[in-house]
């Protein structure tokens, strides 16, 4: 069974620029997560869908933070523009039902300059 | 306030010693709590979820307990290997709030040869 796939792998850029990153869950899981990771830290949940719809936000800087999950299979998850404090790891996660186990990508390192 | 806490302190031990890792929780009534490992620059892996209605809860080498009375779920791997070095999240679910879980920092376990 294939994994939770997310991409790129690394990414680097400059505060005020954008960012976008992606994630394929497990065929057939109903919910996706995306996390933020910061050094030392615990995963913090920053949105979670179940299909293609919203359940929970409220700790997505909407600001500055989008999402979307296009046809209840991909997400993908924006920042524009970037500040430093959003240097992170991004992890993407998938489950069957919310209150499943849930399976976790490789997760996005994103340092912002 | 609202709190979930691990070992701060990394965990050293022995080669086949049993490694005892401690989670307390402070104004939170989770339905479930769930332990993950997290090798460095991987996402979390799923380990073992326990329910609050059950006291223990086994798979091979390792036992998770929970105490809703004293706020605290403990994880222990016996016959510790070098291999089970990694650090180790709890999360527990946000109860009634669709399955969110909030993570612990984690604590970094280091079993020496």
């Known amino acids: 069974e294939a994994g939770v796939a997310q991409s790129p792998r690394y990414k680097i850029i400059e505060k005020r620029q954008s960012v976008a990153f992606w994630c394929n869950p497990i065929?057939?899981?109903?919910?996706l997560y995306w996390y933020q990771q910061i050094l030392g830290q615990g995963p913090k949940l920053l949105i979670q869908?179940?299909?293609?719809?919203?359940?929970?936000d409220s700790q997505l800087p909407k600001d500055r933070f989008s999402a979307e999950r296009l046809k209840g299979v991909d997400s993908t998850l924006k920042i524009q523009p970037a500040k430093l404090e959003d240097s992170a790891v991004y992890l993407c996660?998938?489950?069957?039902?919310?209150?499943?186990?849930?399976?976790f990508g490789p997760g996005t390192r994103l340092t912002v300059l | 306030s609202q709190k979930i806490e691990q070992n701060s302190e990394a965990l050293n031990i022995q080669e086949g010693k049993t490694a005892t890792l401690t989670c307390n929780y402070t104004?939170?009534?989770?339905?479930?709590l769930q332990w993950y490992r997290q090798d460095p620059g991987r996402g979390p892996v799923f380990l073992l979820l326990?329910?609050?209605?059950?006291k223990e809860k086994r798979k091979e080498r390792l036992k998770v307990t929970f105490d809703t009375t004293l706020k605290q779920s403990l994880f222990h791997i016996t016959a510790s290997q070098p291999a089970d070095s990694a650090t180790y999240l709890c999360?527990?679910?946000?109860?009634?709030?669709?399955?969110?879980?909030?993570f612990g920092q984690g604590t970094e376990l280091s079993v020496k040869p």
């Open positions: 326990i329910r609050e209605n059950e």
């Open positions: 104004n939170y009534s989770p339905a479930y």
């Open positions: 996660a998938s489950s069957l039902g919310s209150h499943n186990e849930q399976f």
């Open positions: 869908f179940q299909n293609n719809g919203v359940v929970d």
């Open positions: 065929s057939g899981h109903a919910t």
């Open positions: 999360a527990l679910d946000k109860n009634n709030q669709g399955g969110k879980l909030i």
